[in-house]
């Protein structure tokens, strides 16, 4: 497997936040890189039997051990509920409705809105922890299968005497 470097998450959590015109960015590097740490401390807490850390910083920094595909997806993911909770707080700070000869300005449901936004990335983590839970079990199942094969050899008191063999 090729080392995989923070970096190489970034426009995957950018996208997962609608992030996309690289004209005018909602997010810094630092935000991003700051989602991605939360998102891997979040993962540890969530998966204990399997740990991830970063080694080195800014653009050196990867992790060790390299995670496979599906574990960058629930890093993504959680970097992505990271900055959303983040909204989520800021938007309850500043909310506020106002009435005015033009109409009524209502910021009042943005965090109520946002919260959805990430109850809707937390399914994706269930769904996305669920698949790796069954690809690990699949996976453990193919190399553990054996074949039992028998036949009554002989009869011992009216009963039949079966020799199991066990095929690989």
Do not use: W
């Amino acid at each position: 497997m090729s080392t995989i470097y923070e970096k190489d998450l970034m426009p995957s959590v950018a996208r997962e936040m609608g992030d996309l015109d690289s004209s005018n960015l909602r997010y810094t590097q630092d935000e991003i890189f700051t989602a991605i740490n939360a998102g891997l401390e979040d993962f540890n807490l969530e998966c204990p039997n399997q740990q991830y850390s970063v080694v080195g910083t800014g653009a050196n920094a990867y992790f060790t051990p390299d995670p496979s595909i599906e574990d960058q997806k629930i890093l993504v993911l959680y970097a992505a509920l990271s900055l959303t909770n983040g909204e989520i707080q800021k938007a309850a700070r500043t909310a506020f409705s106002h009435s005015n000869p033009a109409g009524k300005t209502d910021l009042t449901k943005i965090a109520e809105m946002l919260i959805k936004q990430a109850e809707r990335i937390e399914d994706r983590i269930k769904t996305a922890f669920d698949k790796r839970s069954r690809t690990l079990v699949e996976t453990e199942l193919d190399g553990a299968g054996v074949e039992l094969k028998g036949a009554p050899t002989e009869q011992a008191e009216g009963l039949p005497i079966v020799n199991i063999e066990i095929t690989n």
